[in-house]
Each structure stands twice: as C-alpha cells, then as structure tokens.
C-alpha cells in the first residue's frame, strides 16, 4: 500500500533553514508528481509546492517563492522540501502528498517551528 513518512522537522529560529524529506513507498514513484502541503494551529491545510513525476516542473504558494525549494529524486523514491529564510508564520505541520487513483494519499505529517 502506498506510504509516505515525513522527517526533518524541527525548532529553528527565524532566518534559519531546514530540509524535510518525504520517504515513498508501495507505487511508481516517478510516475507521479508529489505535493507539500502545510497545517497551522486553528488553521486550513495548504498547498505549499508541487512537482511533477519528472521533476522538471514545480509550482509554490506565493508565501514561499524564493524561499523553499522542491526537489525530488527518483531513484531513492524520495522527496524533498528545502527551506530557507524561515519566518515565524512559516510555523506548522508538512504533509507530503501524492494523488493515485483519484485518491489522495498522506504520510503523518512533521512539526517545524520557527521562533521569532
């Protein structure tokens, strides 16, 4: 079955940088592209950045353009979330995410913190 497990979570001070990898696991994973999405406290999950299956094209919430970076690599069957600059509001939980079938699939999510 399909499984996703998230780690690289942390408490960092603003400014400073993290790298969340999202292990994948029981499907093709370069036939599919792959999601960060983020929870806050009392707040809606959102989409953080998206890659496709080949890697070559992304997309990333405007909140975070020029500060994070996807990446994937295809042979570990691993994805990546590089964020720099991070800022106190950057705060929550990071879900990777892959779509098959019509369904959506989550892995159980790491906590990053960033004190101000």
């Known amino acids: 079955q399909v499984q996703l497990v998230e780690s690289g979570g942390d408490l960092v001070q603003s400014g400073g940088s993290l790298r969340l990898s999202c292990a994948a696991s029981?499907?093709?994973?370069?036939?599919?592209?792959m999601s960060w999405y983020r929870q806050a406290p009392g707040k809606e999950r959102e989409l953080v950045a998206r890659?496709?299956?080949?890697?070559?094209?992304?997309n990333y919430a405007d909140s975070v353009k020029g500060r994070f970076t996807i990446s994937r690599d295809n042979v570990k069957n691993t994805l990546y979330l590089q964020m720099n600059s991070l800022k106190p509001q950057d705060t929550a939980v990071y879900f990777c995410?892959?779509?098959?079938?019509?369904?959506?699939?989550w892995g159980q999510g790491t906590q990053v913190t960033v004190s101000s």
């Open positions: 995410n892959t779509q098959r079938r019509g369904n959506d699939y």
């Open positions: 029981g499907f093709i994973f370069s036939s599919y592209a």
């Open positions: 890659i496709d299956n080949s890697g070559y094209s992304t």
